[in-house]
């Protein structure tokens, strides 16, 4: 294309541009003394009502759609100037200054989706709520929490009686410290409070005891408490409370714990311990007064772990990291139920890895389905030897596999690697989807076999599958007995053949046994057969004459001549042995073969001949048996005298 020469769709973009921009205009709010232009209800006249009820947005009550919406064409479309919580805070400027000094944030409002809660134009409770305030907080906090027997009674007054909703300069969304919000109610100086707490001077960190939404005691303490705290023996590990420093602990770490528990001291100090627990950091997995969990664990027992132990498909992930695509987790890992398979302090004698069982029976405990009332076992699960193939965590591939199967079957079964390098591979094989065909746990098959003969390839290969089932097909296809002629993994030969088809056949076939000197051709059934079988005789791929002359070209004179009644009709059979050779001296005589059709005595050859007597065996010397130029099928070449018809000057005795 020359430079000068513009694209012809260059030139359309001009008018069609043109016709969009005064589409665009013609549907947009009106500007300044302008009395023609469309309002956004002129067009969208069904939002008028269902828009202008209940608490309305303040821009949808005064119709400044445009105030969040960008103005459209006759290209539709509820398109906003900016996404997410950035719109709101194009007017709620207060929010976004109050937000930046806050100490916690309200997690939809941290995500920036304030349309969590609120709805966009209009809604039926105050402040846009899309549900009454008493309920919406339970839309995401477990309700049972906050409605046990005995419950806090600030509850009574709603959750922003303590909690901001969008962002707090204290921890947990809290108005103020924790300290200051209890004191609005409790007075630490009141005797009953002193008592309560054994004279104590608790002045904060109430909720280390206490919970502070609802309880199943009178006290709101937490569900599990450590018990010197629930006798109020608190001096079994600090000071007495008229002590210069009273909550100064006697002792430091676990030798504090071991005054109790002295029974663990020797077990737990051992080097197979749980980390933690043989360096005596007992406070890193338990808080020492009281916990809404089992254990009196510091947070939630599934989430615990997660703290020291990082795992790349679950847990917690830092901000900048994606969990990667693909691969597999283990329920009980991933949901945090660590202690069904560990133990948290120290395992039995002979264990590793914390681990609550022997090795050898853990993992039957969920998946004794694996290898129960299975005749053929695997041997390592048979041995319950199940790391030896899977990852007890995560795993890069399906099914917690170490490795990918291809290379894990290989590490024991040797002549996997071997048959990787033979020309034909089974697909599955190839692509390391051994379990496709075995079950890696244990079968009722030999060789572990999911499946039964053709049962086993019908998963795959379903449309012959199919055709198993119809008339006139191969014995050992309709029966299913695909390894009769297939091998599984990998051949030297196409189509995973066991082995070329002239010897394979031949091992049902005996009586066509190919001779030494037959044509290679023809000591390939496949050339002629269809091995699975199909709707012609002898399962031959084609009907005669077709599939012979895809080989032989016999029939060059059948359109330009004159063809050979048996060659010409397919009756290729009734001179030819098609799993001998042409020329087998096991073969009829010539003379033979035709004098099935044609009257070959002496005297009616002498006739034919101008009185000359042919060879016994001369027809083909002169005659073509597929076909010829005329309807003598005599070759085309011929001598002079012979072809003038006058046989004399050679053959005296002849007419």
Not at 134 to 160: I, S, W, Y
Not at 289 to 306: K, M, Q, T
Not at 439 to 448: C, Q
């Amino acid at each position: 294309m020359s430079p000068e020469r513009k694209p012809m769709w260059r030139w359309l973009m001009v008018p069609a541009a043109l016709a969009g921009i005064f589409m665009m205009f013609a549907c947009t709010s009106p500007g300044p003394g302008s009395r023609d232009g469309k309002t956004c209800l002129d067009c969208h006249e069904q939002y008028r009502d269902q828009y202008n009820q209940g608490v309305v947005h303040q821009p949808v009550a005064r119709g400044d759609c445009a105030g969040c919406h960008r103005r459209h064409g006759l290209i539709g479309g509820a398109f906003l100037h900016v996404e997410g919580a950035k719109m709101c805070f194009r007017c709620h400027q207060e929010f976004a200054q109050d937000l930046a000094r806050a100490k916690s944030l309200h997690p939809p409002v941290e995500q920036g989706n304030c349309q969590q809660c609120h709805e966009h134009h209009n809604g039926p409770h105050a402040d846009l709520l899309k549900t009454p305030e008493e309920d919406l907080c339970f839309n995401c906090h477990d309700q049972k929490l906050f409605t046990r027997a005995f419950v806090h009674k600030p509850m009574e007054d709603g959750c922003r009686t303590c909690h901001s909703t969008h962002g707090a300069p204290a921890t947990a969304l809290l108005q103020e410290e924790e300290r200051d919000l209890c004191a609005r109610c409790h007075s630490i100086n009141d005797r009953k409070f002193k008592q309560a707490h054994a004279d104590y001077p608790v002045v904060e960190t109430c909720s280390d005891c206490h919970a502070v939404h609802s309880a199943d005691n009178a006290t709101l303490l937490k569900s599990y408490t450590h018990q010197p705290m629930e006798e109020r023996n608190c001096k079994s590990c600090h000071n007495a409370p008229n002590a210069p420093a009273p909550f100064a602990l006697e002792e430091r770490d676990s030798a504090l714990c071991y005054e109790c528990h002295q029974d663990r001291r020797s077990s737990f100090s051992s080097p197979d311990a749980h980390a933690p627990v043989a360096e005596g950091k007992c406070e890193s997995c338990h808080t020492p007064h009281a916990s809404e969990h089992v254990g009196l664990s510091r947070i939630a027992p599934e989430d615990l772990c997660f703290e020291c132990h990082k795992f790349t498909r679950f847990g917690p992930q830092p901000p900048e990291q994606e969990i990667p695509a693909g691969g597999s987790t283990h329920a009980p890992a991933r949901d945090g139920d660590c202690l069904s398979c560990h133990v948290p302090h120290i395992a039995d004698a002979g264990r590793s890895a914390l681990l609550n069982t022997d090795t050898e029976s853990l993992c039957f405990d969920c998946h004794r389905e694996q290898t129960a009332n299975k005749r053929v076992a695997h041997q390592p699960a048979q041995e319950g030897n199940c790391l030896f193939c899977h990852a007890s965590h995560e795993s890069k591939g399906p099914d917690l596999l170490a490795k990918p199967q291809r290379h894990l079957c290989a590490e024991c079964h040797a002549s996997v690697e071997e048959t990787l390098g033979l020309p034909s591979l089974h697909r599955p094989f190839v692509s390391g989807d051994c379990s496709s065909c075995h079950d890696p746990h244990g079968a009722n098959l030999k060789d572990l076999l999911r499946e039964r003969g053709a049962n086993s390839c019908a998963a795959c290969h379903g449309t012959i599958e199919t055709e198993r089932k119809l008339a006139n097909r191969h014995q050992p296809f309709t029966e299913g007995r695909c390894d009769l002629c297939h091998l599984p993994h990998g051949s030297n030969e196409a189509f995973l053949l066991a082995g070329h088809a002239s010897e394979l056949c031949i091992d049902c076939h005996t009586e066509y046994r190919v001779k030494p000197d037959t044509p290679e051709a023809h000591g390939n059934c496949t050339v002629c057969h269809h091995a699975h079988g199909n709707g012609e005789p002898s399962f031959q791929l084609r009907e005669q004459p077709d599939l012979c002359v895809g080989c032989h070209e016999v029939n060059r004179y059948w359109e330009d001549g004159v063809g050979h009644a048996p060659a010409v009709n397919g009756e290729c059979n009734r001179c030819h042995d098609t799993h001998a050779p042409q020329e087998s001296p096991a073969g009829k005589r010539n003379v033979s073969l035709c004098a099935q059709c044609h009257d070959t005595s002496e005297s009616a050859l002498a006739d034919s001949h101008r009185g000359i007597k042919p060879g016994p065996e001369s027809c083909l010397t002169c005659h073509d048996p597929h076909g010829g130029p005329d309807a003598s099928l005599t070759l085309p070449v011929k001598h002079a005298p012979f072809s003038e018809g006058n046989c004399a000057p050679c053959h005296p005795g002849g007419l």
